[in-house]
């Protein structure tokens, strides 16, 4: 069964970058055609898509953050990242890291790490 | 519109059955997809496709879709049920995804 694992700082400074990595294991993040995915959520709010890359490279990103966000993997590592550039006290919530999967023309989000918190602040 | 929308809280008696909503243009083409969140917790998946749990779910779970009305109904609820409930779906573009605003569940 796949396990998904988010690290990092709980701490950045505003106008700095948010750097986050999600470790795969259980499974290679390059198998099948999953697309590996970012949602956030800010303390007593809903869930916010940040954007998700594919093992290839391939990326889509929330338009409301696209300009500052970028998501990288490192298949050797079976991990990928999420850098999120000039942070401001809006973007502190936490983090998951989520792996999409397409099953027949369906898509979901079937397996989630547990979350990290992230608050920004000087 | 690129939205979906839910009531922000229901509530239900243990045993009774309760149907959280999620209404967004973008569910005539796309099936919702359910995910229930405790306190603390990550989200869970409960409910993807036309109707279908994955393995571990309860079949007190189950998903319905008319028009741009996507429910989900917890028939015969229980205490532990009380959670947040999230609809998702793909946007228009198929590749990036929304997240509706979700709906607090409180079983008396």
């Known amino acids: 069964q796949v396990q998904l694992q988010e690290s990092g700082p709980g701490l950045v400074k505003p106008s700095q970058t948010l750097s986050l990595t999600c470790t795969v294991s259980g499974d290679s993040i390059s198998r099948g055609n999953f697309y590996w995915n970012w949602v956030r959520q800010p303390a007593g709010k809903g869930l916010q898509w940040i954007g998700r890359i594919h093992h290839t490279g391939s990326t889509n990103y929330n338009s409301s953050l696209e300009s500052r966000v970028s998501i990288s993997v490192d298949t050797s590592n079976n991990q990928f990242s999420l850098d999120l550039t000039s942070a401001t006290a809006a973007d502190t919530a936490v983090y998951y890291c989520?792996?999409?999967?397409?099953?027949?023309?369906?898509?979901?989000?079937?397996?989630w790490g547990q979350g990290s918190l992230v608050i920004v602040s000087s | 519109s690129s939205e979906l929308t839910q009531d922000p809280a229901v509530s239900v008696a243990l045993g009774q059955t309760v149907r959280i909503t999620c209404r967004g243009d973008?569910?005539?083409?796309?099936?919702a997809t359910w995910y229930q969140q405790m306190p603390g917790q990550a989200p869970i998946l409960v409910v993807y496709g036309k109707d279908t749990r994955p393995p571990g779910i309860p079949d007190r779970f189950s998903g319905s879709s008319s028009g741009d009305t996507a429910s989900l109904t917890i028939t015969g609820a229980q205490a532990e049920d009380e959670a947040d409930y999230y609809c998702?779906?793909?946007?228009?573009?198929?590749?990036?995804?929304?997240f509706g605003g979700g709906t607090k569940v409180t079983v008396l």
């Open positions: 973008i569910l005539r083409s796309y099936y």
């Open positions: 998702s779906s793909r946007d228009n573009s198929g590749s990036h995804w929304l």
């Open positions: 989520a792996r999409e999967e397409a099953n027949w023309g369906l898509y979901y989000f079937d397996s």
